[in-house]
Each structure stands twice: as structure tokens, then as C-alpha cells.
């Protein structure tokens, strides 16, 4: 390792899997900071909580971009406390920043200051403040490519779930619906972007419709499974 990288800053990354997250990723490699791991929260069963997805699909992505992936498993009402101590564990593993793909929920951002500084790590907003429409057109121009994998139907049908996320999904958004879904209108997996070792292989398997848990807003949402094959894309 020469001088220069042993110098970077070292940062994890809460890791939802989806095209935000992977923004923010790019965006603190361009700043310099050296992203070593991925932090995802899960339920008690493995599957994370911010978009239902199997930990062997985001193990395998993490797995691509050069990170360790370090799910934290919370039950009910312990989400505050597992992801604190995860936070402290993180520092006590030599991290100094902790990045967050938010971009303009301050309610989130006012709790999750403060538990990072708790902790003794500096929280990195990359994609702050930013117009969504435009942080839409740089996620496909930097050549994130990510799939939807829920849809809220308030806003969106079925057709929508499975989607890719590009240019002609983005025309066909309706009226009204926020183009990075940041009002929880959709939620997207990234299977290949700038700096994977190998775009991955899915394809998608069948849907599912749920109801919506706490804290979120009662609503129907339908889920998109998706299927890892073995061996890289071409």
C-alpha cells in the first residue's frame, strides 16, 4: 500500500443494496475515503429491512465491489440499539466515517448525526441537498444498473416491480412519482455499477404482494424475488 492510500480515511457505508446507496458509494470514493464495509440492517431473519432482500444476493454484491458486508439483525423495537452497537463496533474496527445515501429526509438525518457521533464516527452525506431528478439522470449516466424490487402501489402498479431502472422506466413514471422513489415509492437492488468486479447474473423469479409493517404507512406493496445465477454477466 502506498503512502497516499494508507492516508485515506477509513468509512463503512449503510448499505440498503439500492441505486442510492451505490451514488453515495462513488461519491465518497471521489472524495478520498476508503469504504472497507458495508452496513445493512436486517430483520431478525436475515432479510434487510430496507427492501426485503435475501442476505446471499446483497453478500454476493458486496462481494463484487470489494467490501466486507456486515448485516446486524434486529428484532422488534431493537433497531435503535443494534444499529448503535454497530456503529461503535465499526469505530472499534478502525473506521473513522460513516456514509449514508440520504438526500433530503431531515428527520433522518437529525437522528442519524447524532448516533454517529455517539459513536465516535463523522456521518458523510454524499448526495445531500441535490435536485432528485438530477441525481436520477447521474445514477444511469455513471452507469449504475439496478432493478426494482418493491413497488408501493399507492404510487405504482405490479408492472413497475422487476423493472430496470434506466431512462425509459424514469419517462414512465407517473405524475407525481419521485424519481428515486425517496418517498418510498419503489426500492431498487444494484447488480452492476463502476468498480464491481463483475456485473451479477439474476433473473427474476416470481412476486409476492404484502402488507406493509410498522413504521411504514399501511399500504399493499409487491415485491420483486430475485434469482442469483452462478458465473459473472457478459
Request: charged share 15%; proline share 6%; hydrophobic share 50%.
Amino acid at each position: 500500500m502506498n503512502a497516499a492510500a494508507a492516508e485515506r480515511p477509513v468509512a463503512a457505508i449503510s448499505w440498503s443494496a439500492g441505486k442510492d446507496s451505490c451514488l453515495a458509494w462513488l461519491r465518497a470514493l471521489d472524495a478520498g475515503l476508503e469504504v472497507r464495509s458495508f452496513l445493512t440492517m436486517c430483520d431478525a431473519g436475515g432479510l434487510s429491512k430496507s427492501h426485503v432482500l435475501p442476505p446471499a444476493l446483497i453478500a454476493a454484491q458486496v462481494r463484487a465491489m470489494g467490501g466486507a458486508w456486515v448485516p446486524a439483525l434486529a428484532g422488534p423495537g431493537e433497531y435503535a440499539d443494534v444499529f448503535n452497537a454497530a456503529l461503535r463496533a465499526l469505530r472499534d474496527a478502525g473506521h473513522t466515517h460513516m456514509v449514508f445515501g440520504d438526500i433530503d429526509l431531515q428527520a433522518h438525518r437529525d437522528w442519524l448525526e447524532p448516533a454517529c457521533a455517539r459513536a465516535g464516527l463523522v456521518a458523510v452525506f454524499p448526495l445531500w441537498g441535490e435536485a432528485r431528478a438530477a441525481l436520477a439522470q447521474e445514477v444511469i449516466a455513471r452507469g449504475i444498473r439496478a432493478r426494482l424490487v418493491c413497488v408501493d402501489t399507492r404510487w405504482l402498479d405490479a408492472s413497475f416491480c422487476g423493472a430496470d431502472y434506466d431512462a425509459s422506466l424514469l419517462a414512465r413514471l407517473p405524475t407525481g412519482v419521485c424519481p428515486v422513489g425517496e418517498g418510498g415509492e419503489f426500492h431498487t437492488f444494484v447488480f452492476d455499477a463502476p468498480g464491481f468486479a463483475a456485473a451479477l447474473r439474476i433473473t427474476n423469479g416470481p412476486q409476492q404482494v404484502v402488507a406493509s409493517v410498522p413504521p411504514l404507512t399501511p399500504t399493499t406493496l409487491v415485491l420483486q424475488t430475485l434469482l442469483l445465477q452462478e458465473g459473472a454477466a457478459r
